[in-house]
């Protein structure tokens, strides 16, 4: 069973529509996370949510805006598309031990191709 | 703010060659460091996880070495493969602003290497 899954896997759509990125995981964890890969590679994270509540916003446009409907889930709602938008998308999940370490464990991504 | 870079950008070997790949970040408040691996069109593997209070990590032929304090790590290839052809991220992560481990991780632009046969 894949821990953490993203759907779709792949997205294409056109400049000014609304679409949502789905990511669920299995793994008991409590802390989600959406991170952007741009056209050169660069990996960078959006948001973060701990047991449903928002703890890391970094500075992306209030189009894009999570929700975290139960644990398990943190979807990824972006509305009027830009061409800008078009990248990999990646979930992730993590869970902190009772020695404080926290490592994440990423999704296979979500290519989104704005047209 | 934290950066991480990674040199090279770009790595071409012939199979059998022992690689050496760099990471450095700029704030040594972190704590801990990850390799990971990125095949094209997938996500991320993790391979090795070294914490801040360790000096490195190995996994068969990957030995991971970090330098906290001089804001360096090391990802030491032995015998490279073709198979091992893959773009290899270097991540730290920081603590929060309340001081937990629920902070972020900062990526370097990644490593592409490839291995001939």
């Known amino acids: 069973d894949t821990a953490v899954s993203q759907t779709p896997k792949y997205l294409v759509t056109q400049m000014g529509n609304d679409k949502s990125i789905k990511c669920e995981q299995n793994?008991?964890?409590?802390?989600m996370y959406w991170y952007k890969q741009d056209s050169k590679k660069f990996l960078k994270i959006m948001f973060s949510?701990?047991?449903?509540?928002?703890?890391i916003n970094e500075t992306v446009p209030n189009r894009f805006s999570p929700k975290s409907p139960d644990k398990a889930h943190l979807n990824l709602h972006i509305n009027s598309l830009e061409l800008g938008d078009s990248a990999v998308y990646f979930c992730?999940?993590?869970?902190?031990?009772?020695?404080?370490?926290?490592?994440?464990?990423f999704g296979a991504g979500t290519r989104l191709s704005v047209l | 703010k934290q950066e991480v870079t990674q040199i090279p950008a770009a790595l071409s070997v012939p199979e059998g060659e022992n690689l050496v790949l760099n990471c450095s970040f700029t704030?040594?408040?972190?704590?801990?460091l990850q390799w990971f691996r990125q095949d094209p069109g997938k996500g991320l593997t993790s391979l090795l996880l070294?914490?801040?209070?360790?000096r490195e990590q190995t996994s068969g032929r990957l030995n991971a070495s970090l330098d906290k304090s001089s804001g360096r790590s090391t990802l030491y290839i032995a015998a490279s493969q073709p198979g091992d052809s893959a773009t290899y991220l270097c991540?730290?992560?920081?603590?929060?602003?309340?001081?937990?481990?629920?902070?972020?991780?900062?990526f370097g632009r990644g490593t592409q290497l490839t291995v001939w046969p």
């Open positions: 992730a999940s993590s869970q902190v031990r009772g020695d404080g370490t926290n490592i994440q464990y």
């Open positions: 793994l008991g964890h409590d802390t």
């Open positions: 949510y701990n047991n449903k509540e928002l703890i």
């Open positions: 704030d040594s408040a972190i704590y801990n």
């Open positions: 070294i914490q801040s209070s360790q």
């Open positions: 991540a730290v992560a920081t603590y929060s602003d309340r001081g937990s481990t629920l902070g972020r991780l900062y």
